[in-house]
T-cell receptor, first 115, second 109 residues
């Protein structure tokens, strides 16, 4: 158990809908990273937050948005869902903003299926 | 900005050795290695830092060539439990951790 909690574990929804994925980082971790992993593909970086502020963005679609709340949990919002958004979404947390000296811990992921 | 890994896939017999390479077009300050088993979350293996400091796994080693912007992960006397997909991660500035496309390692008995 990495200490990072993601809910829900599975989500099935229809095209055009909106969903919210939640991530609770490990106690004491201030950074949260979001990744998308399509079937048998690599980990695509979406966005990073540190202590409530957005720190870095990857190839995140405009239909996707995220935020980190004062209690440090984070939410990833996906709207106008398309079939191609079906994937495993991971969040990871870390103590610091930069990872030069510490590792990231991954949650178990949320498997999103868009039908 | 994504690092490039090679090979894409490796199939070994138990007890054989493997090397997985990771290279970047950007200057590297650190390289991270993770392993992901099918259907599970990636798990941290090792960090290699500029200047040679290394933290990591007791049975897997790695090297980091800062000048060539490359890292290699060495798995010796592989065990069945080593099977999975290995990802290297780099931080190309702005504190984001980006991963290579992964190397799928299959260990057969």
């Amino acid at each position: 158990d990495s200490g990072v909690t993601q809910t829900p574990k599975h989500l099935i929804t229809a095209t055009g809908q909106r969903v919210t994925l939640r991530c609770s980082p490990r106690s004491g971790d201030l950074s949260v990273y979001w990744y998308q992993q399509s079937l048998d593909q690599g980990l695509q970086f979406l966005i990073q937050y540190y202590n409530g502020e957005e720190r870095a963005k990857g190839n995140i679609l405009e239909r996707f948005s995220a935020q980190q709340f004062p209690d440090l949990h984070s939410e990833l919002n996906l709207s106008s869902l398309e079939l191609g958004d079906s994937a495993l979404y991971f969040c990871a947390s870390a103590r610091t903003a930069g990872l030069g000296f510490t590792e990231a811990f991954f949650g178990q992921g949320t498997r999103l299926t868009v039908v | 900005q994504q690092p490039v890994q090679s090979p894409q896939a490796v199939i070994l017999r138990e007890g054989e050795d493997a090397v997985i390479n990771c290279s970047s077009s950007k200057a590297l300050y650190s390289v991270h290695w993770y392993r992901q088993k099918h259907g599970e979350a990636p798990v941290f293996l090792m960090i290699l830092l500029k200047g040679g400091e290394q933290k990591g796994h007791e049975k897997i080693s790695a090297s980091f060539n800062e000048k060539k912007q490359q890292s290699s992960l060495y798995l010796t006397a592989s065990q069945l439990s080593y099977s999975g997909t290995y990802f290297c991660g780099t931080e190309p500035g702005a504190q984001k951790l980006v991963f290579g496309q992964g190397t799928r390692l299959t260990i057969n008995p």
